[in-house]
């Protein structure tokens, strides 16, 4: 069991992940919407115990939901905290799909993009007025490049005037990162996600990016003020509230060192990619070892099951695509991809689904 406390509701069912625009489309302009997934959620679960034709699915993420830059197909490009994305539907739209999860037993997590806002933002905005706008502190500026390159090897420092000054974006120039040594940046987000957990109603959050948020002069993501600023910022704002809030980090790490115990502390739990990679190499080679392995490392790492599973997701092909050209024929690499989903579904951990 969990060495904080009684089992929690993640603990004990199956997570779905879904991509609102690509699943199901209730009015004909070939947007998917939250009318359409509430058309779909008897079929992820009807609510009723006994066995049925539903998945059995007990919770729901959602990739980003708010309004987006339009350019930005999954969503991470957020140009509004406050809204929802106009082609899904409205607010009020959004919160009856909340509803319906729940009459059915369905939690809703959505994702929450913290670490960075969209050049289109009207935070961005402001701040490209320079040092006179309230929002300029907000980003992170420099009059040299200070780093020549990102862990990817991509430049993160970007310029809107020529040269004369540069902003830091860790990802791409179109997503400027936020300032989190700026208390009013953390004081605003506490906020977005306050209205999200208590106004709308969901039930917790995939942090996008969770590893990002603070960096130095030296280092680029997996700062200790990182994981300090969730333990004395995020966590206890979020557990002070009504109801059982949940919240998943997305680290694509080897969590192999002390900041990384996130369980009950500054965070719930984070995802563990490697267990995918080693199940992924296990079936290839045809040799359990890689990932008898791995799972020795992570039953020793996390406290007892407290850590994200998936073997595919947004940012993946396909799980079946990836094995399936290993094997000499549809049926076999079947097998192989039941065998493997079995083991995600019975194996320590939360288990993810991607549909």
Do not use: C
């Not at 969503?75 to 607010?91: A, P």
């Not at 936020?178 to 209205?195: A, D």
């Not at 690499?333 to 288990?351: E, I, N, R």
Request: hydrophobic letters at 35%; aromatic letters at 16%; a negative charge.
């Amino acid at each position: 069991e969990p060495s904080y406390g009684k089992i929690p509701w993640w603990n004990q069912g199956v997570f779905y992940e879904i991509y609102v625009r690509s699943f199901k489309n209730s009015d004909g302009d070939r947007h998917g919407d939250f009318l359409g997934l509430i058309e779909k959620l008897d079929y992820l679960n009807d609510g009723d115990p006994r066995p049925t034709k539903d998945l059995g699915i007990t919770a729901i993420w959602l990739m980003p939901i708010q309004e987006n830059l339009p350019s930005n197909r999954h969503g991470y490009h957020t140009e509004d905290f406050y809204s929802v994305e106009q082609d899904y539907g409205s607010m009020e739209e959004f919160k009856l799909l909340i509803e319906e999860a729940h009459k059915r037993g369905i939690k809703v997590i959505i994702d929450l993009v913290i670490n960075h806002v969209s050049n289109t933002h009207p935070w961005f905005q402001d701040a490209l007025k320079g040092p006179e706008s309230p929002y300029y502190d907000w980003f992170i500026w420099s009059d040299t490049v200070i780093h020549e390159e990102g862990p990817w090897g991509q430049p993160v420092w970007n310029t809107p005037d020529g040269g004369q000054s540069y902003y830091f974006a860790i990802f791409n120039f179109l997503i400027p990162d936020l300032n989190y040594r700026n208390p009013e940046v953390t004081k605003e987000i506490l906020e977005v996600s306050r209205y999200w957990l208590e106004e709308v109603g969901v039930d917790g959050f995939r942090i996008d990016a969770s590893r990002h948020l603070l960096e130095d002069e030296k280092n680029l993501m997996d700062l200790p003020e990182t994981f300090q600023w969730y333990r004395d910022h995020y966590f206890p704002m979020y557990k002070a509230l009504e109801g059982e809030k949940y919240v998943i980090g997305e680290q694509f790490a080897h969590p192999d060192r002390p900041e990384f115990q996130v369980a009950g502390e500054g965070l719930d739990m984070s995802f563990d990619h490697f267990i995918r990679i080693a199940l992924e190499s296990s079936l290839i080679k045809e040799d359990a070892k890689d990932f008898y392995q791995e799972w020795e490392r992570i039953l020793g790492q996390y406290p007892s099951g407290q850590f994200g599973t998936f073997l595919s997701n947004h940012d993946l092909d396909r799980f079946m695509s990836v094995i399936e050209g290993h094997y000499p024929d549809e049926e076999t690499a079947f097998l192989a991809a039941k065998a493997s989903a079995s083991l995600l579904l019975t194996l320590p951990g939360v288990p993810y689904l991607y549909y």
